[in-house]
C-alpha cells in the first residue's frame, strides 16, 4: 500500500554532505517507524538509522553516529538523513524502509522498501 521513494543521493567529495529524502505514498505512513539501510557491492545490507513513528526515538549505527540525523516530516509523508563528514567508506546504495511497529536495526524487521539511491563519496 505504501510505496516509497528515494532520493538525494549523488557523487560528493570527501567531507561534504548530503541529504537523503524518502518520499511514501499511500496512507499509514505516520505510523510507520522509518530506517535506512546501505549496501555495498559485494558486502551485506548494513543498518544506517532508525527513527521511531513519533520521532522520540532514533538509533545509529556507530560507523555513522555523530555525522548523520534522521528525521521525518510525516506532514510530507517524508523521511530524511542528513549526512555530514561524509566518508569514502559510506559509498554504497541506501534504502530506506518501513515497518508497521518501533523501530529495529535488522533489515528482517521491515516490510518496505524503496528502491535505493546511489551514494558515491570519493577520496
Known amino acids: 500500500q505504501v510505496q516509497l521513494v528515494e532520493s538525494g543521493g549523488g557523487l560528493v567529495q570527501a567531507g561534504g554532505s548530503l541529504r537523503l529524502s524518502c518520499a511514501a505514498s499511500g496512507r499509514t505512513f505516520s505510523s510507520y517507524a522509518m530506517a535506512w539501510f546501505r549496501q555495498a557491492p559485494g558486502q551485506e545490507r548494513e543498518f544506517v538509522a532508525a527513527?521511531?513513528?513519533?520521532?522520540?526515538?532514533?538509533y545509529y549505527a556507530d560507523s555513522v553516529k555523530g555525522r548523520s540525523t534522521i528525521s521525518r516530516d510525516n506532514a510530507k509523508n517524508t523521511v530524511y538523513l542528513q549526512m555530514n563528514s561524509l566518508k569514502p567508506e559510506d559509498t554504497a546504495v541506501y534504502y530506506c524502509?518501513?515497518?508497521?511497529?518501533?523501530?529495529?536495526?535488522?533489515?528482517?524487521?521491515?516490510?518496505?522498501w524503496g528502491q535505493g539511491t546511489q551514494v558515491t563519496v570519493s577520496s
Open positions: 527513527i521511531s513513528w513519533t520521532s522520540i526515538s532514533t
Open positions: 524502509a518501513a515497518r508497521n511497529g518501533g523501530p529495529g536495526t535488522s533489515d528482517y524487521d521491515y516490510s518496505l
